[in-house]
């Protein structure tokens, strides 16, 4: 990216809302955090298109500390055809998934179906840091619930709170209680420690900072995941996986990234 960014010789400050890009990123201190604000791309734009909605990535300067798996375009030599549809879904990504289902279908021909269609967002840049909300359809059909992502980055980079929210949307019948599992996953050298009220970890990045979780609801456990490089080699890595339930009034899953140094 930086290579064709010289060789246009462009000058110029990234936006802060661009909507159009489908992506939203919020920068402050060393940290960067990515979050997809958009609805998946139509079939004939992406073969590879995945059921991503919400989902973040976190790095902590040059270091990665929240991922999404990735690798669904690279089917290949390590990545054969049944893997790669699986890195298309929304478990493969650090967002909220209700009843083990996917925001957006994926269909058996390898096309997205219904799911998500639209996606309210709105971000404030304050004094304090920034404040961004999004909100998408993609379990309204099925199920009745509207997810809400709230994030909220401080100004220094070094608290990123957060708040997953399941609300019942108007004009549909009542919901009933669905299983919730909120999964963020970690990268590449990142180890993590559960303590020992299952509600918070210790996240050591390799070579870099060291970082705490705590969730405000749910059991936390540790998962297995991977993730994959831009040559399509998948690593083993871990996620955390918040488990919890929507219930039919709506529910919320508070929680925190904070930077221990």
């Not at 304090?128 to 997810?147: P, T």
């Not at 708040?163 to 299983?179: F, N, Y």
């Not at 990268?187 to 070579?207: C, F, K, M």
Request: glycine share 12%.
């Amino acid at each position: 990216v930086q290579a064709v960014v010289q060789a246009s010789r462009v000058r110029a400050r990234p936006l802060r809302q661009a909507r159009d890009w489908g992506y939203q990123r919020v920068a402050a201190g060393s940290t960067v955090v990515q979050v997809d604000a958009a609805p998946p791309p139509v079939a004939r734009l992406a073969e590879a298109g995945c059921a991503s909605t919400g989902a973040i990535e976190i790095s902590d300067g040059p270091l990665r500390l929240i991922v999404n798996c990735g690798g669904a375009a690279l089917e290949g030599a390590w990545i054969p055809r049944d893997l790669a549809q699986g890195l298309r879904t929304t478990a493969a990504h650090s967002t909220l998934v209700l009843n083990d289902s996917n925001s957006t279908a994926l269909l058996p021909d390898g096309t997205l179906g219904k799911g998500v269609t639209e996606v309210e967002l709105n971000r404030q840049e304050l004094d304090q840091g920034s404040r961004l909300e999004l909100a998408h359809d993609g379990y309204v059909r099925r199920m009745g619930y509207v997810h809400r992502r709230l994030l909220l980055v401080s100004g220094d980079g070094k608290e990123i709170r957060g708040e997953d929210m399941l609300t019942p949307a108007e004009r549909r019948r009542k919901p009933s209680k669905q299983p919730v599992q909120l999964r963020f996953h970690l990268a590449p050298g990142v180890e993590p420690t559960l303590t020992a009220d299952s509600q918070g970890a210790l996240l050591r990045i390799e070579l870099g900072a060291l970082w705490q979780f705590r969730t405000g609801a749910g059991v936390l456990s540790v998962e297995e995941s991977l993730w994959v490089d831009h040559e399509g080699r998948p690593h083993p890595t871990r996620q955390l996986v918040v488990t919890g339930e929507a219930l039919p009034g709506g529910s919320s899953i508070g929680w925190i990234f904070k930077r221990m140094g």
